[in-house]
Structure formats: C-alpha cells, structure tokens
C-alpha cells in the first residue's frame, strides 16, 4: 500500500471513528440547551396541561411526578449513558455496547414511534401556527368559552385548513433539513427558550390574578385520587416519556455528543428539572383561566387553543402577546420535531444508503399521506375508529403508551442486567474522575430494579389483568 493510500485509509477510518467528531459539545450549557431543545415541545405546553385536565388534576399531576423520578430520570442518564459509550446513533451504539441479542430493536422500534408522533405532532404544530394568524382575528380572542372554543372547532373541523396548517409544518420541517439550517434552527431555539419562559410566567400572573383563580390552583395541586385508575397510571407514564424524548433512542444520539469530561447524571437531572418547570409553568397559566372563566379542564386536545386566549383577552396587548406566544411555541415545537424526524431519516441513510435529500423527500412525503388521516380526524374522517380511536388518538396513544414504554423497559433491563453496575459506575464518573458514588449506585439500583417492575405492572395493569 502507498503512503497516499494508507494515509486516505487512516483519513477515512478516522472520520468514522465518532470519538474525534466536531459534533462534540464544548460547554455542559451546550449540552443542557440541545437536550431541552428536544425536551421542550408540545408536549410541555399543549399535552402536560390536556392530559392533567382530563385526568383529574393534582392527583394525576403527582403519579406523572413519580414516574418522572423513578422511570424518566434514570432512563434519561441510561440513554445518555449508552450513547457516550457507544459513540453512535440509537441502533449503532446499542449494536456497539451488546452486540449479543437483539437490544438494537429498541432502536427499530424507536423509528417507528418517531414516525408515529410526528404524525399527530405535525397536526398540533400545525393549530399553534394557524394561531398566530388568529390572534388577529376577532374570534379567538375572547374570555367566552363559547366563542374560543368555536373558532378551535372551525379549524379542526375544516378539512382543507387543518391539511393546509399540517402539510406547512412538515414542508417547513423539511426545508430545514434540506437546506442543512437544522443546527441554525436549533440555535435560534436555544435563543428563544429564555423568552418562551418569561412570557409563560407573565401568562401565569395574569392568570393568577384573576378573579377565581384560586380553585384552578386546588385543582392542580390538591389531589383526589378517586379518578386513578390502571389506564390513568399508564397515560401519566407515556407523558413522562413523551415528555423527556426518552424511550426510542433519542436522547442515545444526544448522549453520543457529550463529551468525556462532562456529568451525565447532574446534566440529565438539570433537563428532567427544567423541563418540568417549564410544564408547571404551562399548568399554572391555564388552570387559574379554566376555572374563572368557566372552561372544562377535561376539555382534551383543544384546551391549550381555547383557554390561553382567554388569558391574552384579559391583558393589555393581548393580540401581540398571544402572537408571539404562538411564534415561541410554535418553533419550540420544530426543535422537537427536528429531533424526532432525524430518526427515521437517519435511518433511511444507513439501512438503504441514501442521500440525505432522498431520505428527507420520503420522510416528510410519506408522513404527509400517513399523517394527513390524523389531520382529518375530525372533519372527513371523523367516523373512522380503530380500536375505539381516531387515528390521531391511535397514532398517540401506540407512541407515547406502548411503544415509548416498551422501549424504555428494554433500555433499563439492558443497563441494569447486561451492562450492570460496575459498567454505570465507570461510564457515570468518568472513569473515577466525579465522586458521584452514591448518586450512581441509586440510580443504579432505581435502573435494574424499580423501573423495569414499575412500567411492566403499569403495562400489565392497563391491559385490566388485575
Ligand atoms: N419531548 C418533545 C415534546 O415534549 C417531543 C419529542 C421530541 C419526543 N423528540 C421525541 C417524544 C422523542 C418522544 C421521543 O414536545
């Protein structure tokens, strides 16, 4: 072999070695923002709100705050984990760390709910643009619940504008992508998250403030546990994953990108933390609303649509802060679809080697047809149930309580049973370097004990067994 040769041999074998990849985050603040990125979405600001409202309140609030302790906290750092160790995207690096069994189908079946929460999210994102286009319009301003909740219904029920608003979404999402501004993106959305954040505390004085704002708090923070049943459990579990983007292989690619030096189990309890406020935060400004008002918390996915603009009615430059509002939310949702579509394009890349333009054009396309039955929901094809659900409901509900569940109870039996704790201890302190002994062996033992039992009785249970 010649020197040129050899050397281009090196080259090559080098730059597909991922420890020496640029994608490193320099900084923890780098780490902890590009994590939230992902984190923070619709689901903090439109799910974490519909689901506490229609299961009950507080009590539904502290089974989700349970599960993000005892289930989210230790997958996060177990995907972090992985990823770091094995320097790859999910499949990749589960291929890597256990190369015996078939653990990389975890990361299969992180494709497929990836595609299936993009399919209903694109529709979500979809509303929250259509919104900042109707917070210039009379009717969507208003403290009348009659009147928020007809100008929701006519654009749900409209058949050509709820293609329209989704079918921009994934064409947006797409260009993104194509044009390579995805890390820009992700940038501004870093920028922003700031002001999303100051803007949901002004929302939750104003809704505070309001006359009768008081049992919208008992609702939120005094628990009645007599609406707890198995499926309540379940659907406050599949939120916790939902939530966090844990239980596919995300957070495993993210976790590639950390550096060697950097503390995964602080890091990941920062991001579990922050994300949580941010969903509180969305709590305390519309509950206070519903119930002055005289909204129903059980209202389901339009609550965010029909309750917030109630708020901005009630402040002065309503129109204007509502608008900016929906921008803000509006991009936190592409920063978590841009984390959720890279996975079934990446995918595409690997499995049949293709250009990222091609991978792209048959993610996004195929979502536009498979997503477009979910956009219709309820309009064209509101008489269409599977298994008692619109497709929108269906696409939810297999993600975020079956196959995020499944995924993540798979992730711990592998940390906790194959990798075990000498391999936690190594990996979690950087080679000894953090003397976080005891933060790991709890967690540890939360990973191969209490989580995998935890979400399997949930599982189980949902399925009315017991
Ligand atoms: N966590 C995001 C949100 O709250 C949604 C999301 C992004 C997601 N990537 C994910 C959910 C991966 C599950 C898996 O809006």
């Known amino acids: 072999m010649t020197t040129t040769a050899r050397s281009e041999t090196l080259a090559v074998k080098t730059a597909a070695k991922p420890s020496v990849t640029p994608d490193r985050f320099a900084t923890s603040l780098g780490v902890l923002t590009a994590t939230l990125g992902s984190a ?75 595609f299936l929460i993009m399919a209903f999210y694109s529709e979500v994102a979809g509303w929250v643009f259509a919104y900042i286009f109707k917070s210039a319009s009379a009717g969507a301003l208003s403290t009348d619940p009659a009147t928020t909740s007809a100008a929701f219904d006519s654009l749900v029920t409209n058949p050509v504008l709820s293609l329209f608003w989704q079918w921009f979404v994934l064409i947006l999402v797409g260009i993104i992508i194509m044009i390579g501004v995805s890390k820009g ?72 990108y950390y550096g060697d030096d950097q503390n995964i189990p602080v890091n990941a309890s920062r991001v579990v933390f922050a994300d949580l406020a941010v969903s509180l935060l969305a709590g305390i400004a519309i509950f ?71 991978a792209t054009i048959i993610t996004i396309s195929s979502l536009m047809v498979v997503g477009s039955t979910a956009a219709l929901s309820n309009s064209l094809l509101s008489h269409v149930k599977l298994f008692g659900k619109s497709p929108f409901d269906l696409f939810d509900y297999v993600s975020s309580n079956i196959l995020l569940p499944v995924g993540g109870l798979f992730l711990a039996l592998l940390a906790g049973w194959v990798l075990r704790y000498d391999f936690f201890k190594e990996a979690l302190s950087n080679g000894g370097k953090l003397k976080n002994e005891r933060f790991v062996r709890f967690l540890y033992i939360i990973v191969a004990f209490v989580t995998p039992l935890l979400v399997f009785l949930i599982l189980l249970n949902s399925l009315n067994l017991f």
């Not at 700031?194 to 803007?199: C, K, M, Q």
């Open 40 to 114: 923070v979405g619709l689901g903090n600001i439109w799910k974490f709100p519909y689901l506490t409202g229609e299961n009950g309140g507080a009590a539904f609030l502290l089974i989700y705050l349970a599960c993000t302790l005892l289930v989210g906290l230790p997958i996060i750092v177990t995907e972090h984990m992985i990823g770091r160790k094995g320097r790859g995207d999910a499949i990749t690096s589960l291929r890597r760390l256990a190369p015996n069994g078939p653990w990389w189908l975890i990361g299969a079946s992180g494709v497929l709910a990836a």
């Open 185 to 256: 993106i992700e940038a501004t959305t870093k920028r922003l998250m700031p002001v999303l954040f100051g803007l949901l505390l002004v929302l939750c004085v104003r809704s505070l403030t309001l006359p009768g704002a008081a049992e919208g708090l008992t609702f939120l923070f005094k628990p009645d546990f007599s609406k707890v049943t198995g499926e309540v459990i379940l659907v406050a579990l599949g939120l916790a994953f939902f939530k966090l983007s844990i239980g596919m292989g995300t957070m495993i690619t993210y976790g590639s």
């Open 288 to 358: 206070p609303a519903v119930f002055a008002f005289g909204f129903q918390p059980e209202a389901g996915p339009s609550l965010l649509f029909i309750t917030i603009p109630a708020v901005f009615a009630s402040m002065p430059a309503g129109q204007v802060f509502m608008a900016l509002f929906f921008v803000l939310t509006g991009i936190a949702s592409l920063g978590a679809q841009l984390s959720l579509i890279e996975v079934p394009t990446a995918y595409l890349i690997h499995r049949f080697k293709m250009s990222r333009k091609w």
